[in-house]
Every structure is written in structure tokens, then in C-alpha cells.
């Protein structure tokens, strides 16, 4: 059984979400539904993306990032992915993704440059 989390809180004006385990076809609707709820509760000028965490991600778990991005440029929200290592770093390597997202090492990094 393949475990994922994710949880959110809020930082002065920006907004970390945390996402751990694996991010995959199974997941991504709980992803997705962290990622609309936070945009629901107003809408932060920073959302960090922490994937620390995740320990694997498949394509199903690329397209939630893309559209975190999309929905990100919609709203005119800044969107930074903190911690990208491993498959999901040569994942985004591999598919050209990687200057499409701002990425951070860590989320104080990424908040630091807000």
C-alpha cells in the first residue's frame, strides 16, 4: 500500500503545502484537493510546494503540478516548487518541464525571495 500526504498552513502572506509519500494516479485527487482548498480560503501571493517528502511521482502526479501552475498564473499567485529531488527532479529534467516551474531548495529559500 503506497502511502501520500499532504497538508497546508499558512505564512505571513504565503501559503506552504506539504506533500509526502507518492504522488500518483491514486493520490493526485487528494493533491488536487489540498491545492483547491487553499485557493479557496483566499488567495495567497506565494504558494511553496514542500516536495521534500514525495518519494516517487508519476505522469498522473506531473499533470497535478502543471495544473497547480496553470491555476497559479490564473490567480497571479507565485507558485515554487522547494525540495524537488530524485524521480521528480529527472522527471521534469527529462520533459523539458524544469524552467517552467521556480524552483527552491528549501521553503525558507523559497519564501525568502517572495
Not at 506539504?18 to 487528494?30: K, T
Not at 507558485?79 to 529527472?90: D, K, M, P, T
Amino acid at each position: 500500500m503506497t502511502v501520500f500526504t499532504v497538508s497546508s498552513h499558512r505564512l505571513d502572506t504565503a501559503l506552504v503545502v506539504q506533500a509526502g509519500g507518492e504522488l500518483d494516479y491514486a493520490h493526485a485527487p487528494v493533491f488536487r484537493a489540498e491545492l483547491t482548498r487553499v485557493w479557496e480560503t483566499g488567495t495567497p501571493a506565494t504558494v511553496v510546494v514542500d516536495v521534500t517528502g514525495l518519494t516517487f511521482c508519476d505522469s498522473a502526479g506531473i499533470a497535478e503540478l502543471i495544473w497547480a501552475l496553470n491555476r497559479s498564473r490564473d490567480l497571479g499567485t507565485r507558485l515554487v516548487l522547494a525540495g524537488v529531488h530524485g524521480v521528480l527532479e529527472r522527471i521534469l529534467a527529462i520533459t523539458g518541464l524544469r524552467p517552467a516551474f521556480e524552483l527552491s531548495p528549501t521553503v525558507g529559500e523559497a519564501l525568502s525571495g517572495a
